[in-house]
């Protein structure tokens, strides 16, 4: 590839370059730019914050909420590989899933079909990420008559995706008991 051609692709997923303040006169507080851009911010999304600022300098609060969504879709992106990990060891089920975003929100389409918005986690809560797109997958793929999935090997009873100790698990819930984490489920080694 030529350089000029590559400079022409335009990078996937970083905040429009047109969204960037001019980075003229005085250089922009992070403290202040972060009242603006969310002005009751916790910590977690201070921190987040703090790692666009750095990287992308004092970008619009539009600008801001796009990189957002954005590492959401890419955290969704993710969880939905390692759920698809233990749909496909222990079912014969392989549906088309996508994500993508709808109204500012994350979209995960299975077969066509979808509920928005399909996952709320924070980009950096991505144990709680994992629990929500497992269970979104789980309803999606199970629909309102199939067979239920996941299911406890030892007790043949539908498992529920669960945050137990920071750690996403499938939790079977008559019996309380842990039956793998998510992504591991019925892995032989
Ligand atoms: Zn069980």
């Known amino acids: 590839m030529r350089l000029q051609d590559s400079w022409r692709v335009r990078p996937r997923r970083t905040v429009e ?25 916790g910590p977690e999304l201070k921190g987040w914050l703090r790692e666009l600022f750095e990287r992308e300098g004092p970008v619009s609060k539009e600008a801001a909420g796009s990189a957002y969504l954005l590492a959401q879709i890419d955290l969704a992106e993710r969880c939905v590989s390692v759920v ?19 109204e500012e929100r994350v979209r995960i389409t299975v077969d066509g079909g979808c509920q928005t918005p399909s996952m709320m986690a924070a980009p950096w809560d991505q144990t709680d990420a994992l629990v929500e797109v497992a269970d979104y997958l789980q309803g999606e793929v199970m629909g309102n008559e199939g067979p239920a999935w996941p299911v406890c090997p ?9 945050v137990v100790a920071d750690r996403a698990v499938w939790w079977c819930e008559p019996t309380s008991h842990e039956v793998a984490e998510i992504g591991t489920l019925g892995r032989t080694s």
């Open 17 to 41: 370059s047109q969204n960037r303040r001019p980075m003229t006169g005085r250089p922009v507080d992070f403290e202040r730019w972060c009242t603006e851009v969310a002005l009751d911010a």
């Open 84 to 102: 698809l990990r233990d749909l496909h060891r222990t079912s014969g089920k392989r549906p088309d899933v996508a994500v993508d975003d709808l």
């Open 154 to 162: 030892t007790h043949d009873l539908g498992l529920h995706p669960l």
